[in-house]
């Protein structure tokens, strides 16, 4: 991927990062929205802190895993049938609590996500990018997964709901900017890196196939792209499964604590799945569907290289017909 030069981090900076620029191209759609939005993550947590604030005394945070999501209508090639385009997150840099569809109501228990939403530079662009885990700065502790971020984000400013947050902590309740405000922000990291840590990307997780809509073809072409961006995985547990495949995949070393006997098994899984690609596709639309969502590590692997070996295909101009309406 080639990076954009990162600007000076600053207020004014973070008012600009989160404009995505859009094409009416189709040829090299891809590779520019691939490159923009891993450009704009790279910047993010490698450049600012999240900071929550209940008192005097603000809690930094380290940005660690962020997944990016944006959609377009189909005219500006990015249709990202995984995200959920909800009317909110048509604005630039604002916090963004994942709500029950279209709704105003929002998620609970374990399905609760915050995004920091992307605006396109045209009005049908709209997304966001969910922080999925975090690590403190005073302390070292990690907290990964989407729903404990925002528990965490509850605890530290002291609401105890996300409509509290929004009504009683948010200067703008459903248009709060990310740079502004006492109780959430991004901020300037403090300190500057004595050696900059390399920014890996994967698939995103818990996206599955089952659904049709709009197209088994959109799906597939979207599931597997690599907008899942994590800084120091070791630290982190969940998803390593789709940060190990793209390390081999893209002939990187593997430095993700875990055996040796692990990655070969990994190579076995990504040929039997490259071998046996359109069978595998069509088991998730079976009477009997399987799904990535489901499965263990050696079928996430299986059916994910099945599904990089079609978009290959695709993008060379050979058509697959893999008998799914």
Known sequence: MTKRPRDEPS?????????VPMTTQDKGA??????????ICHELMLD?????????????????????????????????????AHPLQYQNGVWFFHHVGHGSG????????????????KPSGGGGLLIRAVQCRSTGKIIEGPSLVVDLILAGVGASNLKSLTADYFDKPDAQPCWEGTHLTFAPQQ?????????????????????RTPTVEKRLNFVCRPYRFVV?????????????????????????????????????DMAYGREH????????YSKSPNDLVSGGFPWKIQLMSAILWWDEQVANGKHIDLGVA
């Open 11 to 19: 207020v004014e900076r973070l008012q600009s990062l989160f404009k």
């Open 30 to 39: 891809k590779e520019h929205y691939q490159a923009v939005l891993g450009s």
């Open 48 to 84: 600012y802190d999240l900071v929550i604030n209940r008192s005097t005394t603000p809690q930094r945070y380290a940005l660690l895993e962020v997944e990016a999501y944006f959609k377009t209508d189909p005219i500006y090639h990015h249709d990202d049938p995984f995200t959920h």
């Open 106 to 121: 929002y998620r609970g228990g374990s399905r609760k996500g915050m995004d920091v939403t992307l605006i396109g530079d």
């Open 191 to 211: 300190a500057q890196h004595e050696k900059e840590p390399m920014v890996l990307s994967s698939c995103r997780i818990g996206l599955g196939l089952k659904n």
């Open 232 to 268: 120091h995985p070791r630290l982190l547990q969940k998803g390593k499964v789709w940060t190990l495949l793209e390390m081999i995949r893209l002939g990187k070393g593997v430095d993700l604590d875990v055996k040796d006997k692990l990655v070969e098994s990994c190579r076995d």
């Open 277 to 284: 690609a359109v069978a595998l596709i069509q088991s998730c």
